[in-house]
Each structure stands twice: as C-alpha cells, then as structure tokens.
C-alpha cells in the first residue's frame, strides 16, 4: 500500500517539471522581455510599445491554450469499456472454475456473440482481462500505469500522468500543436534579443 502511494506521488513528478518549466517560460516572457525590456527601454518608442503589446496578446492566447489542453489531457479520465463487456456473475464463476483454456474460450465466446468484437488474439481467441474481469473490445489495453483497461489505448504518458486513449486523445493532440506553436513563437519572438545578449 505505501509503495502504490509512493509511486502515485512519483508520477506526477514529470507534471510538476512541465508546470515549473511554463511558469518559468511566462515569467522570462511577460516580465523580464516584454514588460522590463520593451516597457522600460531607454529607447523607448511607440513602436516598441505596440511590439509589446502585440506579443503579450499573441503570447497569452497561445499560452492559455496551451495551457488549457495539457490540462484536459491530464484530468479527463481515459475511457474504459462499459459495463456489457464484463462477464454475468454465473459466466464469472464458470470461467474461474476452469481450468483448461478452450473451455475459457467457450465460456468467452458465448458471452461475446452480440457484442461489437471483430479483433482477437493471434490464435482467434477472444481477448479477456483477468485484472478487469472483461472481454477487450477493439483496440482495448490494460495499461499497468493505471491499472485498467483503456478504450482505444494509444499509449500512457508520464508528461500527463495519464492513459492517451478515446476519452482525452484530441486534447493530446492539441496539447502538442498548442505546446509547438507555443515554443515556435517564444523562439521567433525573442531570438533577436538572444543574439544581441552573446553578442
């Protein structure tokens, strides 16, 4: 039991990297460029003045998206299949009293001839997880990280602590475009000030 809750507490360490990596990042932005440099500028001008205020507008809706989508990712919880994909209590104690495997597969096959499976393993057996007590829908995984099964599993993810499966896989996506279009922006926008600070 501690080491479940040790391990809980470590997962959520590279979160917690990701969260003071972007606390960082608006703080260098907004305060130390845009607010420090531009504002308090000795050749302060109004152009400069609408370069700043046109990257903190520019930097800000990208920011809150950014941020916005990894926490979706993060905290909407990976879909897992419904409760017609678990065996009948009589089904249950049948398949745990055998013992031969193609008997199991009877027991399994019988309980899955109405339900949308079209995938199996390599030997046509139906796929059956002995942690959830369940048939596998399609492209169903138990992920060990979460202890579960996930609907369209597509991987777990230490960034986000979480499954990417059906449930949350479009804020994946849009974490990452969001995060790109984030760092391409902060890089575009301050590389001219990079170059003049080494050289």
């Known amino acids: 039991h501690v080491l479940k809750c040790c391990q809980k507490v470590l997962a959520w360490v590279p979160v ?3 969260a003071l990596v972007v606390a960082w990042s608006y703080y260098a932005y907004v305060v ?3 607010v420090y440099f531009l504002f308090f500028s000795t050749i302060f001008t109004k152009f400069l003045y609408f370069i700043a205020v046109v990257y903190l507008v520019v930097f800000h809706l990208s920011f809150v998206m950014f941020v916005w989508s990894y926490g979706k990712t993060i905290f909407t919880s990976p879909a897992t299949p419904s409760n017609e994909f678990c065996l009948s209590k009589a089904d249950k104690e049948q398949y745990e009293k055998e013992e031969r495997p193609e008997s199991q597969q009877e027991i ?3 309980a899955a001839k109405d339900l949308p499976i079209y995938t199996t393993t390599a030997s046509r057996a139906i ?3 002995d942690r959830c007590q369940l048939i596998k829908p399609d492209r169903c995984h138990h992920c060990s990280a979460c202890d579960m ?3 369209k599993m597509d991987h777990h993810c230490p960034w986000v602590n979480n499954c990417v499966g059906f449930s ?3 804020f994946f996506l849009l974490f990452l475009m969001y995060s790109l279009l984030y760092c391409l922006f902060v ?3 301050v590389l ?3 170059i003049k600070f080494w050289t």
């Open 149 to 151: 099964c996930v609907l």
């Open 16 to 18: 917690a990297f990701i």
């Open 192 to 194: 001219q000030y990079f």
């Open 127 to 129: 796929r059956y997880c």
């Open 168 to 170: 949350n896989y479009k």
């Open 108 to 110: 399994l096959r019988r």
């Open 187 to 189: 890089a575009a926008t």
């Open 32 to 34: 130390e460029l845009c």
